[in-house]
């Protein structure tokens, strides 16, 4: 079975520029998240949908950063403008069921760094 | 928000020897979930665990979910050199769509 698939692995832009990361999850799973993981911390939250529509973006600074999932399967997460403390790993997660017996599976993330 | 205590934060052992760390959380869980993650590459889930009490075995990995549901361990034993990585757990509130995660505990493997 295929994991989460990201790309790119790395981006290296200028603070104020745009960028965007894709994600495809495991066939078949319902539920998409984003999450961010800055430097020697745990993922965070940014995004969680089910099929197409959003659960919880409650912690997505909506000022800069976007998400979809059009058609409940691929999504993309943008940065627009970025800024120096956005450097961190995106990381997506896929999973099949949303609440009890749920398990997340991550795709291997973006790198991000922001000059 | 919600916040995970994970400890130890990092740990230095000898192959062979046994390893304990635990998460606990300010709040009751309902799921807790455990989490291997090497450089450059994603979280690989290693144990999932949904009931107080429940112990869990996965190899040489075996966790357990506290009987008070604030708190989770796993230990690893007879650790060998490919164990070593940063260790996350991560645990969801019922009713709430946030997993969220500990700090993370860096394992070192002494050869």
Same mark, same amino acid.
């Given at each position: ?46 995004? !969680?949908? !089910? ?17 979809? %999932? ?5 999504? /993309? ?26 398990? *997340? ?11 | 928000?919600? !916040? ?8 230095? @052992? !000898? ?12 709040? @009751?869980?309902?799921?807790? *979930? ?10 690989? *889930?290693?144990?999932? *665990? ?9 190899? %040489?990995? /075996?966790?357990?979910?506290?009987? /008070? ?38 394992? /070192?493997?002494?050869?």
């Amino acid at each position: 079975e295929a994991g989460v698939a990201q790309s790119p692995r790395y981006k290296i832009i200028e603070k104020r520029q745009s960028v965007a990361f894709w994600c495809n999850p495991i066939s078949g799973h319902a539920t998409l998240y984003w999450y961010q993981q800055i430097l020697g911390q745990g993922p965070k939250l940014l995004i !969680q949908f !089910q099929n197409n529509g959003v659960v919880d973006d409650s912690q997505l600074p909506k000022d800069r950063f976007s998400a979809e %999932r059009l058609k409940g399967v691929d999504s /993309t997460l943008k940065i627009q403008p970025a800024k120096l403390e956005d450097s961190a790993v995106y990381l997506c997660a896929s999973s099949l069921f949303r609440g009890g017996n749920e398990k *997340l599976f991550f795709g291997s993330g973006t790198q991000l760094s922001v000059l | 928000g919600q !916040q995970l205590n994970q400890s130890p934060q990092s740990m230095f @052992i !000898q192959e062979g020897e046994d390893v304990s760390m635990n998460c606990t959380s300010s709040s @009751i869980f309902n799921t807790w *979930l455990w989490y291997k993650q090497d450089p450059g590459e994603g979280p690989v *889930l290693l144990i999932a *665990l949904y009931k107080a009490g429940e112990l869990t075995s996965n190899g %040489r990995l /075996t966790a357990q979910f506290g009987i /008070t549901r604030k708190d989770s361990f796993l230990n690893i034993s007879a650790s060998i050199p490919s164990d070593v990585g940063i260790y996350f757990c991560a645990g969801r509130s019922a009713g709430a769509n946030n997993l969220f995660f500990g700090t993370g505990t860096r394992l /070192t493997v002494i050869p």
